[in-house]
């Protein structure tokens, strides 16, 4: 590990000079680069918990004995930045926190402020509508220079996401350009975001001689191994890819994504970037290796644009294999047919040896015998080969529910745990405090139990969908056209879908079932009947093919 964190270290500080160097030297450089970049992705886990470890540092200030507001305010506001891109909900928790600090103050800078950032988060989660809401909740006019340029930040990004989320809306672009010109207004011509914005206008203007030019520049100045070093390194691998310079596009993704992952920034633009580039050029594990790091990152952090990027590289990804599979099964045909031609060639020597020997009786009433026990051995052998591939598969898709589930079941109760704990260090604070009126209404109050089941909801869905990406399209395709079901806007599933992704995972007993959905059993019956009497199949085969979704055998 040591010895990849000097090798990291030397290669940013050298990386500057890539496109001077010959040829063949780059090529070694790239590829020290890529063995680095492989090294610190069999690390990443010691990252992500140096990470939590510094958000624990943080969050144990919360503990001292009596920190007043503004001071839990400005720790609210580290954990909101730590959490930023790394988990999103968490984020978005600590931010409602310190606006809430702001409005019962009615601090009207800090609320802003506060709706600013939650606006980001939001939309960096997919919450669009949210989003937009809250930034048309703050009057522009009234904000400071400081506070414009983040209120303009927010909208930029929020189209920049909402266009990446919208595979390439037009409208979304356009207000996305719209609102560079707005910042450069407002922003300080001597910041690193001001440059960084310039640089970025130039290669949306085709200037890409210029763009590269300001890139470089900035990584020159940009401390080694920084967020802000990762950003520039992106920007100027996607300028190259404008020059149609492959190898120093690779290079400055690689030297991103490796930045990213020692700092444990989720939001990987690169290394997604550098599955798509090996998966172009046929290196299909390597963009596994990458796009199943990537995959994990999006889920773990819960951004959604991201994730929604890489789920559509997964289906090329699978077209590719498809592709794949049907050459083999091309030459799979091939041999089919060679061999037909043998066994043809094997029967006519039978036939032959058989003329030759048809005196011998005993010899050919053994040889019959012997073959009518192959021909009943080979029946055999091919049912219980079916057999054990049915088996394999339900093993293989139980292995692959049990381990999703189980990582998001240690994942929530430790969350829970973390939530519980603080929410009795409140309850003992409002108690000791004789705070007794807000120590009830604290405990009468569902607030914290509905946002709980939403999150509960959310990661179910979640899992569920990454486990079965076809269900909802395989669930429509069981219905009659006009009773498609499809889920709100921002949501993943409805009721409807969760109780039959319920089923699809094996629990049939509606009263489990109103359990986890909190609701009643008569609500679960009426549900799967009212489904049963949408279904376009026999309404007593329905619930037999959702069953079916996702296996590997079509249904029949």
């Not at 063995?35 to 069999?42: A, P, Q, R, V």
């Not at 998966?279 to 290796?289: P, V």
């Not at 309404?539 to 249904?555: A, H, L, S, W």
């Amino acid at each position: 590990m040591k010895h990849t964190v000097v090798l990291f270290l030397f290669i940013c500080l050298n990386g500057l000079v890539f496109s001077a160097e010959p040829s063949s030297t780059a090529q070694v450089t790239l590829q020290h680069l890529s063995d680095s970049l492989n090294e610190c992705i069999k690390h990443r886990q010691e990252y992500v918990n140096r990470k939590e470890n510094r958000i624990k540092g943080i969050k144990r200030l919360l503990d001292n004995k009596s920190p007043n507001d503004w001071q839990r305010y400005d720790i609210y506001n580290q954990l909101s930045k730590e959490y930023k891109k790394f988990v999103v909900d968490s984020a978005i928790f600590y931010t409602k926190k310190k606006m809430n600090l702001a409005e019962l103050h009615k601090k009207e800078k800090e609320l802003n402020a506060s709706k600013i950032d939650l606006s980001l988060l939001y939309s960096m989660r997919g919450s669009y509508l949210e989003a937009e809401k809250l930034l048309q909740s703050i009057q522009s006019s009234s904000l400071d220079k400081e506070l414009r340029y983040e209120y303009y930040s927010a909208y930029h990004q929020f189209w920049e996401y909402y266009s990446i989320s919208s595979r390439g809306n037009d409208y979304a672009k356009q207000q996305f350009a719209l609102y560079d010109d707005s910042l450069v207004q407002v922003m300080d011509k001597s910041s690193l975001s001001y440059k960084l914005l310039q640089a970025n206008i130039l290669a949306s203007k085709k200037q890409f001689a210029e763009a590269e030019e300001q890139f470089l520049e900035l990584l020159a100045t940009e401390e080694a191994g920084s967020t802000n070093s990762a950003m520039i390194a992106c920007g100027l691998a996607f300028n190259y890819m404008n020059l149609n310079q492959p190898e120093q596009v690779k290079y400055y993704f690689t030297l991103s994504a490796i930045t990213d992952l020692c700092n444990a920034t989720r939001e990987n633009m690169s290394l997604q970037s550098l599955a798509f580039i090996e998966f172009k050029n046929k290196n299909l594990e390597l963009a596994s290796t990458y796009a199943q790091v990537a995959v994990e990152d999006a889920i773990a952090s819960n951004i959604h644009f991201r994730t929604s990027q890489i789920y559509q590289f997964y289906t090329d990804l699978n077209t590719q294999y498809k592709q794949e599979k049907i050459k083999q099964k091309s030459k799979l045909q091939t041999s089919l047919i060679i061999i037909s031609c043998i066994s043809v060639c094997l029967v006519l020597l039978a036939i032959y040896v058989f003329l030759q020997i048809r005196k011998i009786t005993r010899i050919k009433e053994t040889l019959a015998s012997n073959n009518k026990q192959l021909r009943n051995l080979n029946n055999q052998l091919n049912q219980m080969n079916e057999e054990l591939n049915q088996k394999n598969e339900q093993l293989h898709e139980i292995g692959n529910i049990k381990e999703k589930y189980i990582a998001q079941f240690f994942d929530l109760c430790s969350n829970y745990i973390s939530k519980m704990e603080n929410y009795q260090n409140q309850l003992y604070k409002l108690t000791i405090n004789h705070h007794y009126e807000m120590l009830v209404k604290r405990l009468k109050s569902t607030n914290l139990i509905d946002e709980e089941l939403e999150t509960l909801y959310k990661h179910f869905d979640s899992i569920f969908l990454s486990l079965y990406p076809t269900f909802i399209e395989d669930f429509n395709a069981l219905l009659n056209e006009n009773e498609k079901v499809t889920p709100k806007a921002g949501h993943l599933l409805n009721k409807e879908l969760r109780i039959y992704a319920l089923l699809r995972l094996g629990l049939t007993d509606n009263t489990k079932m109103a359990s986890f959905l909190r609701c009643s059993m008569s609500t679960i019956y009426n549900y799967r009947t009212k489904m049963r009497n949408k279904s376009k199949v026999d309404r007593e085969d329905f619930e037999n093919q959702v069953m079916q979704i996702g296996n590997t055998k079509p249904v029949s």
